[in-house]
């Protein structure tokens, strides 16, 4: 069983995952309707698909950047993140949004988005302890300022998916943003706003804890953040298998 089920299977296996749903999100946009029937108003529409289809390729795109970092940049990521990383994306796009978790599951958005708060801070951490442990860089800087930096890059990336949320539901009519309720009624005042904002909040207490907890790994000399190591100006880790 250990032999199977290991970080470059899961890696193959969720890349499949979205290649296939991609393959028949194509097929479910030429018989889908444009507008759902009177009849009954819960029936998937072109519209619905489309952004399905944009966020498996947006998948397939995300399992393939591992590889190419690893070949490019000599970039090696440790094995629990990259554990955390396919997984995300397992839940986030194809059980999400093929499956329809965000609204069959209750507080599957809310979950996904508290998660990504902390793996986008730990990331943040990882950045900077590159470039303290770095030998071409000069300067070395404090905990607090990098559970600072953890936090603010957390947030910003949250901040930025929230804008391309926006974006595509303004162009392509979907309902990314959760403005509207599955049947299509849309939310009015606040409410319209509930879902956004939920996700902005729960990023920053995500990011805030793992911030927390990278402050008092630094400030203590802990090590619980610190997973890459840097070796003749590449980013190494001996724990990292070959991906996709």
Known sequence: MKKWFNVKNLMRFVFITFVASSVYIVIRIILAPTIAPVS????????????????????????????FLRRKVNLNIPTIMMIAYAGFLYCAIYL??????????PHWDTILHTFSGVALGALGFSIVSLLNKSESVAFSLSPIFVAIFAFCFALALGTLWEMYEFIVDSI?????????????????????????????????????????????????????????????????????????
């Open 96 to 105: 999400g949004e093929v499956r329809n978790f965000y609204y069959n599951v």
């Open 172 to 244: 392509l009519n979907t309902n990314m943003q959760k403005y509207a309720l599955e049947s299509g009624e849309p939310l009015i005042g606040q409410e319209a706003l509930a879902d956004t904002m939920k996700d902005l909040i729960v990023d920053a207490i995500g990011a805030f804890i793992i911030s927390v907890i990278g402050y008092i790994s630094l400030k203590h000399n802990k090590g619980w953040l610190d997973h890459v190591k840097v070796s003749e100006g590449s980013c190494q880790s001996t724990k990292s298998p070959p991906f996709i």
């Open 40 to 67: 009954d108003i819960t029936v998937r529409v072109k519209s619905d698909y489309m952004l399905m289809l944009m966020q498996s390729i947006f998948g397939i795109i995300a399992m393939l950047l591992p590889g």
